[in-house]
């Protein structure tokens, strides 16, 4: 309920005094936000008090209400707008994310792979020299100043000739275009060599692998060829790549492969040796990330499946772990609430495509797959590896750019991820923070919109929202903030390498 429905209910309410803010409870708590992205946690008492404009600038909230934009007095409605503005500045850049299917064949084949993969004699999936081409040419008409060329898969690096030329062939068109360029790598490692390895950190390549856990979880849920093991493997090469940037005289803090990690019910029981792992790897940023529930037989699903209830208890068990190790000194942060704590504790929104209003589909990212399809974000591309090609927009060979943006898919997934718009969102206290997946609706229930209290997401960003606000409300010392606070801090990389 927003307060502006409140006012016209309640005639104790002071309308003038009030500045437009959403609430909702938490425990005792009521969390009020606003568009700048501010928010303040007030005891139910003091909020009445608030809505029946009784908060004198005697009060101990008052200075901060007021400051945030809660309390109309003395407003400065131009730094209020500069806010907002800043938190949407990305609105209207065009996509910085350039997803780039070099090939759909796969070495591996990991339990919650969906059907987006193909077997290693597959060579008619690979992406040809002259499709790559086309994809630079049209990935570089992007009207933002950021590209960064992502490469995926398949494992990417079975093709990797087209990702060296589409690195030397954007660099060259760079040299006109003048963007800041970065290309990044999403491998799984099993298909690494010394020579590939090499040219990687030669080019200034950022890296990104996947790393489930300890040998049995791995092992488990990305399953390799007979009498191998992917695990052994993937902590070679993230030892190799960390050790060549310390050799190379970077700073680790910046230079370092990530990984991600995807939650399985295995995950969830070794939680721990999880976190530990990373830590003793000395990776930076754990990215915990569940499953997308889609696409499964019943019987995978029993076996690596849980409930949102029980992901999010996993979530809020290993968020504490991560802290607790953080107030002992070590420097790990945890990937998803740095993106939500960066839009609640800094005057900025880090344009993560998937966690923004409107979604990145289209307007943030591009899809290319293999055979110069183009797609909104690599989900519509999964659809399609499903038999549904409701999200292609049309080929690298037909489809300008601008069209591309402007395409009436593009523009739908927009408005069914807009939450200003959208039926619950719109007044829901989270909406300052929080990014819905129309795509992830349309693959559930088939509708682009969804009914949130029954998505996926919905049920993921409110609880990590209601976690992160608790542990800031509740932080007498100040130590959980002063962590927090460590997680969002950006430094940049010297890129254009
Ligand atoms: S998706 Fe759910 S949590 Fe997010 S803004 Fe909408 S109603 Fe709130």
Same mark, same amino acid.
């Given at each position: 309920m927003s307060v502006r429905t409140l006012q016209i209910d309640?005639?104790? *309410? *002071?309308?003038?005094s009030l500045g437009y803010f959403r609430f909702g409870e938490l425990d005792e708590w009521k969390v009020l936000t606003n568009d700048a992205g501010e928010w303040h946690a007030l005891k139910t008492e003091d909020f009445h008090s608030l809505l029946q404009g009784k908060i004198s600038d005697e009060h101990p909230e008052y200075i901060s209400l007021q400051r945030k934009g809660f309390i109309r007095s003395d407003l400065d409605l131009e730094a209020l707008a500069d806010k907002v503005r800043r938190k949407k500045?990305?609105?209207?850049?065009?996509? /910085?994310l350039a997803v780039v299917i070099t090939t759909l064949r796969c070495n591996q084949s990991c339990k919650?792979?969906?059907?987006s993969r193909t077997d290693m004699d597959r060579v008619d999936t690979d992406m040809s020299l002259e499709t790559a081409k086309k994809v630079v040419d049209h990935a570089m /008409? @992007?009207? @933002?100043p950021y590209l960064n060329f992502e490469f995926q898969g398949g494992e990417p690096t079975v093709n990797m000739d087209i990702i060296k030329f589409i690195v030397d062939y954007s660099r060259e068109k760079n040299k006109y275009e003048k963007k800041i360029l970065d290309h990044s790598l999403v491998t799984n490692m099993t298909y690494m060599n010394d020579e590939n390895a090499k040219w990687v950190m030669d080019n200034g390549i950022l890296i990104c692998t996947s790393l489930d856990g300890p040998e049995q979880v791995h092992n488990f849920n990305r399953t390799w060829q007979k009498n191998s093991n992917a695990y052994e493997n993937v902590l070679k090469w993230i030892k190799h790549f960390n050790q060549c940037y310390v050799d190379m005289g970077r700073d680790p803090e910046l230079w370092h492969v990530d990984a991600l990690m995807t939650t399985t019910k295995k995950s969830i029981e070794n939680w721990k040796e999880i976190i530990d792992l990373y830590v003793e790897l000395g990776i930076r940023n754990i990215h915990l990330r569940p499953l997308n529930p889609f696409g499964f037989a019943s019987k995978t699903w029993r076996a690596i499946g849980y409930t949102q209830q029980e992901y999010l208890e996993f979530y809020e068990t290993c968020l504490d772990y991560i802290l607790e190790l953080n107030q002992q000194g070590v420097q790990i942060c945890e990937g998803t609430a740095s993106i939500f704590l960066k839009k609640m504790l800094t005057p900025y929104d880090p344009n993560f495509v998937d966690i923004r209003s409107p979604v990145g589909s289209g307007t943030g990212q591009m899809a290319y797959n293999y055979d110069g399809s183009i797609y909104p974000s690599d989900e519509g591309r999964m659809v399609s590896a499903m038999g549904d090609e409701i999200f292609r927009l049309g080929t690298v060979d037909d489809l300008t750019m601008t069209e591309a943006m402007q395409h009436p898919t593009v523009r739908s997934l927009a408005i069914a991820s807009c939450l200003d718009a959208l039926p619950q969102c719109s007044d829901c206290w989270n909406a300052p923070y929080c990014g819905v997946r129309p795509l992830h609706n349309y693959m559930h229930t088939g509708d682009l919109f969804g009914q949130r209290p029954n998505t996926f997401k919905c049920v993921e960003h409110m609880g990590i929202s209601k976690i992160l606000i608790k542990r800031l409300v509740e932080d007498t010392d100040g130590s959980v903030e002063s962590v927090f606070r460590r997680w969002v801090v950006d430094r940049p990389r010297d890129t254009n390498t």
């Open positions: 309640n005639p104790l *309410v *002071v309308p003038d500045q990305w609105m209207g850049q065009g996509p /910085h919650y792979c969906h059907a /008409h @992007s009207p @933002s």
